[in-house]
């Protein structure tokens, strides 16, 4: 276990929804990562928050959103959802603004659009 | 465009023996190596990370950097039916941004 906690486990949304998905940092970690993996494929990076700010972004649209709190805690927003957004979302989380920290990545969020 | 390549496998190793998994990046200007290993229905889990070329070791695993040749490879010696997982290899580039490879999966034999 790495100590980095996502919740919820699994959700179900319709096309043109929103959904927010959350993560808890391991203890000690300030930094937080967030990767969209599809089936069968590698995850994807999405963007990664660093004390609160946005520190880096991969190529996914704008309706990918994000938010780091001062606990470092972390959100992930998805606005207007689309069938191809189902996949397992992965948040992990590091301790460092650089990208040659270790990640550890939590269990993950299933998301299935329909 | 940065990428990351792994054959996808299956690659299938007697237990006992050593797999051998190997992983190219397609740009110079790469930072740190990662191998991840991923039972299915789970989350990545890292197994060792690398950051300058040559070997290192952490118990039966060994990684490889090549920066010249761009490559890194996995090692894992007397390889266990507990191994069998997919292996993912991530590459870091400046502007922390991370990218993972498709995958390796890899099938230890009784």
């Known amino acids: 276990e790495t100590g980095v906690t996502q919740s919820p486990t699994h959700l179900i949304k319709t096309r043109g929804q929103q959904v927010t998905l959350r993560c808890s940092s391991q203890?000690?970690?300030?930094?937080v990562s967030w990767y969209q993996q599809a089936l069968g494929q590698g995850p994807q990076f999405i963007f990664q928050?660093?004390?609160?700010?946005?520190?880096g972004r991969g190529n996914f649209p704008p309706r990918f959103s994000g938010l780091q709190f001062p606990n470092y805690s972390s959100e992930l927003n998805v606005n207007a959802l689309e069938l191809d957004d189902s996949a397992l979302y992965l948040c992990?989380?590091?301790?460092?603004?650089?990208?040659?920290?270790?990640?550890?990545f939590g269990p993950g969020t299933r998301l299935t659009v329909t | 465009q940065k990428e990351v390549e792994q054959n996808s496998g299956p690659l299938s190793v007697p237990e006992g023996a050593i797999a051998s998994l190997n992983c190219t990046y397609s740009?110079?200007?790469?930072?740190?190596f990662f191998w991840y290993r991923q039972y299915s229905g789970k989350s990545p889990e890292l197994i060792m990370s690398?950051?300058?070329?040559g070997d290192k070791e952490d118990g039966r695993f060994t990684a490889q950097l090549n920066k010249a040749s761009q490559y890194v490879s996995l090692l894992i010696r007397d390889s266990q039916p507990s191994d069998s997982a997919t292996y993912l290899c991530?590459?870091?580039?400046?502007?922390?941004?991370?990218?993972f490879g498709t995958g390796t999966s890899l099938t230890v034999i009784p």
């Open positions: 740009d110079r200007v790469s930072q740190s």
């Open positions: 928050y660093y004390r609160e700010e946005e520190n």
């Open positions: 203890s000690g970690h300030n930094t």
């Open positions: 690398i950051y300058s070329n």
């Open positions: 991530a590459v870091t580039y400046t502007g922390n941004q991370f990218y």
């Open positions: 992990a989380s590091s301790s460092g603004q650089v990208s040659s920290y270790e990640q550890y």
